[in-house]
């Protein structure tokens, strides 16, 4: 449960994140007039929501950044299918791979 707690932040937050950006793509790309500048808000909601639950995390800030990181890319991949339709390329998924590792190491590694 210890875990899990940090976790629950982490997940908020990067769905808040990465939300809030494909809004304000949306807006800016499909949209203009009042229709526009509602998305803007909401995604700006979104994004303020985001740095928020954040920085409730109960973790230190450096390894705060290496998990988010890895949920971001994760989270980035599942919204960008959800909401524009798109599949990872091989390219991606091996960055991907990358990233998520690297961002285990920063939050879990131990100093020798």
Do not use: C
Not at 6 to 33: C, K, M, Q, W
Not at 66 to 77: D, H, K, R
């Amino acid at each position: 449960m210890k875990t899990l707690y940090p976790l629950i932040f982490l997940l908020i937050a990067t769905a808040l994140e990465v939300s809030g950006d494909a809004i304000v793509r949306l807006a800016i790309y499909n949209h203009a007039g009042l229709i526009r500048a509602g998305l803007m808000f909401v995604g700006a909601m979104l994004l303020f929501g985001y740095g928020f639950s954040l920085n409730l995390a109960p973790l230190e800030f450096r390894q705060v950044v290496g998990l988010y990181i890895a949920m971001l890319f994760v989270m980035w991949q599942l919204i960008n299918f959800i909401v524009f339709k798109t599949l990872p390329t091989l390219p991606i998924m091996t960055g991907g791979v990358l990233i998520i590792i690297g961002g285990l190491l920063v939050t879990f590694g131990r100093p020798a």
